[in-house]
C-alpha cells in the first residue's frame, strides 16, 4: 500500500488536470484575475458541443460576472493567461494544464453592445487565432502548457470599433476518440476594441452550432496511428 499510494494521488490528479483561462494580459500589464474574464470556481471541460456552455462556460460550471470591459488596441495582442486552478500561483507547466492533454488552442471574437451582459450564446462569432498541430509535431496546448500559460492573441486591425466577446480555447484531444471525449475550455473575456478601422466586416459562425460531434478535429484518437494533418474545428481564421 505504501508504494501504491502515490500512483493513486497522481492518477487522481491527472483525472482533474484541468485548466481555467483566468486573466487578459494587455500590453505587458495583467489585468487581474477574474477582472473583464468572466471565470468559473470549477476548472472542468464542456464536453457537449450543442451546449449554451460551449460559448462561454457555465453550467455545470457557473462563472462569475464581471463589471470590468477591457480596453485594447486594435491591431496588437492580448495574452489569455491559462492556470490549473484559481489557487494556482505558479507558471510551470504542471501549473497551467496536464501534459496529457494535446490539442489546439483557438481564439475567437463576438461584436456586442454591451459585454458585460451579453451571454455570447448564438451567432456572431469570428475565429482569429489557431494553433493545432505544428509541423515539429507539438500541439497548440503544448505551446501554451510549456510557455508559462502564456496564449498569444492578434487582435485584428480591420474590425469595427466597439466591445466584443473574446473566447479564448484550448480542446484536450487525450479522451476524443469517441464523442463525447474532447475537452473543451474556454472563458469570455470583455473586451473594447479601440483604433479599428472597421473596414472588414467577417462572416460568423454560432456557439453552439460551430462544432459537431462528428468533426475530424473533435472525434479522433490522437495516439495511433499519429495524427499527421489535424483539422481544427470552427471557420477558418478571419484576416484582415
Ligand atoms: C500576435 O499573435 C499572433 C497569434 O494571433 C501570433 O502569430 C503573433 O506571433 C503575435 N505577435 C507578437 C508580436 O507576439
Ligand atoms: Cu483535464
Known amino acids: 500500500m505504501k508504494v501504491l499510494a502515490p500512483l493513486m494521488?497522481?492518477?487522481?490528479?491527472?483525472?482533474?488536470a484541468h485548466t481555467i483561462f483566468q486573466s487578459l494580459e494587455v500590453g505587458g500589464v495583467n489585468q487581474g484575475q477574474g477582472q473583464g474574464v468572466r471565470i468559473p470556481s470549477y476548472n472542468g471541460p464542456i464536453e457537449d458541443v450543442t451546449s449554451n456552455?460551449?460559448?462561454?462556460?457555465?453550467?455545470?460550471?457557473p462563472t462569475t460576472p464581471?463589471?470590468?470591459?477591457?480596453t485594447v488596441q486594435a491591431g496588437s495582442n492580448v495574452t489569455a493567461i491559462w492556470r490549473y486552478m484559481l489557487s494556482t500561483t505558479g507558471s510551470a507547466p504542471n501549473d497551467v494544464m496536464d501534459s496529457s492533454h494535446k490539442g489546439p488552442t483557438i481564439a475567437y471574437l463576438k461584436k456586442v453592445g454591451d459585454a458585460t451582459t451579453d451571454p455570447g450564446v448564438g451567432d456572431g462569432w469570428f475565429k482569429i487565432q489557431q494553433d493545432g498541430l505544428g509541423s515539429d509535431g507539438v500541439w497548440g496546448t503544448e505551446r501554451v502548457i510549456n510557455g508559462q500559460g502564456r496564449h498569444n492573441i492578434r487582435i485584428p486591425q480591420c474590425i469595427a470599433p466597439g466591445q466584443y466577446l473574446l473566447r479564448a480555447e484550448m480542446i484536450a484531444l487525450h479522451g476524443a476518440g469517441n464523442y463525447p471525449g474532447a475537452q473543451f475550455y474556454m472563458e469570455c473575456a470583455q473586451i473594447n476594441v479601440v483604433g479599428g478601422t472597421g473596414t472588414k466586416t467577417p462572416s460568423t459562425v454560432s456557439f453552439p452550432g460551430a462544432y459537431k460531434g462528428t468533426d475530424p478535429g473533435v472525434k479522433l484518437s490522437i495516439y495511433w496511428p499519429p495524427v499527421t494533418n489535424y483539422v481544427v474545428p470552427g471557420p477558418s481564421v478571419f484576416t484582415c
Request: aromatic share 0%; charged share 5%.
Open 9 to 16: 494521488v497522481a492518477g487522481a490528479g491527472l483525472a482533474s
Open 53 to 61: 456552455s460551449i460559448a462561454c462556460n457555465g453550467a455545470p460550471n
Open 66 to 70: 464581471t463589471s470590468k470591459v477591457i
